[in-house]
């Protein structure tokens, strides 16, 4: 007699109960990979690997140690981390959706705290001086989007308010969207420029000398996609020179050491990549997971499937 199919296995970092309503078939078990020195016996039946958000070597490693592994799932946008640990017979999907809120709340945060000179502000108030200065506005203000994609939809979304003109940039042109490789024109007219573009090899040091030497004087610069899409020496030497600003919340290096000049820098806010750390992540998170895992059962396609070699 042919014994019955094991219950497909999923590791998750988080309680199953916090997904709601599952698809009944499934096996889980909550892991760590970073937090424990023996992986559980699981680990030889795991079919779907949902990695936890905050990045270990030692969660990619495990994938190793996976023979009946079919789905690696993360829960960042981003995937440069995991794509080269992934067997080229499992399915990557990244976790696109995820973050759209978070990081468009923290993009107009920072645009909107580095133009009214909020940094200043907490600074005197630390020292209980009574200070009145003129502020910038966003108001009339004109934004680039360099890297143009859900995120950035969603930052438009939260500019229009604001009486702002947006300029939409992608890798490619398509209509109402600019290529990457228009920016020499546009960059000099932008007041802001929010950089939410992916890490590639085509994005890595994008954001140069001469990027910033195109820049509007005074202008904002707005980094809430990766660090190494800028140059970090000309970026300093930029801020120091006092041609632009910037507002950082990634960095290159990460995390960026004490020593390091970018935080003695002028004119600069910089926070540690929380772009993706919010209340808003959660509940987003769940969903994709719980929608992603009823695909798989019902042997569905899955969505945000990352093509890899």
Request: glycine share 6%; proline share 9%.
């Amino acid at each position: 007699m042919t014994e019955p199919m094991a219950q497909p296995m999923v590791w998750l970092p988080f309680d199953p109960k916090d997904l709601g309503e599952v698809p009944e078939g499934l096996r889980f078990d909550v892991v760590l990979p970073s937090e424990i020195d023996v992986l559980p016996s699981s680990a030889a039946e795991v079919q779907f690997y949902v990695l936890p958000y905050q990045f270990s070597p030692k969660d990619n490693e495990v994938m190793a140690e996976m023979p009946r592994l079919r789905v690696a799932q993360t829960l960042t946008a981003g995937i440069e981390h995991i794509v080269d640990a992934v067997p080229p017979d499992v399915t990557l999907c990244n976790g696109a959706g995820i973050h759209d809120d978070s990081t468009a709340e923290l993009a107009l945060t920072l645009i909107l705290s580095s133009l009214n000179g909020m940094p200043g502000f907490l600074r005197r108030q630390e020292e209980h001086q009574w200070r009145p200065l003129w502020r910038d506005a966003l108001a009339d203000r004109r934004v680039l989007i360099v890297g143009y994609g859900r995120i950035g939809a969603a930052i438009e979304d939260r500019l229009r308010p604001f009486q702002v003109d947006v300029t939409r940039v992608a890798r490619s042109a398509r209509t109402g969207v600019h290529a990457v490789a228009d920016l020499p024109d546009l960059l000099p007219a932008a007041d802001v420029v929010v950089l939410i573009l992916p890490a590639t090899a085509e994005s890595r040091g994008l954001v140069d000398a001469g990027f910033l030497a195109a820049m509007k004087p005074g202008a904002l610069l707005v980094n809430v996609a990766r660090g190494s899409i800028v140059d970090t020496d000309a970026l300093v030497e930029a801020l120091e020179k006092g041609r632009i600003s910037a507002a950082l919340d990634v960095t290159d290096p990460e995390p960026l050491p004490a020593d390091h000049p970018l935080w003695r820098a002028p004119n600069l806010l910089l926070t540690p990549h929380v772009g993706g750390a919010s209340a808003a992540m959660w509940p987003r998170a769940h969903r994709l997971v719980r929608a992603q895992l009823r695909r798989y059962v019902a042997g569905e396609p899955l969505v945000n499937v990352i093509p890899h070699d």
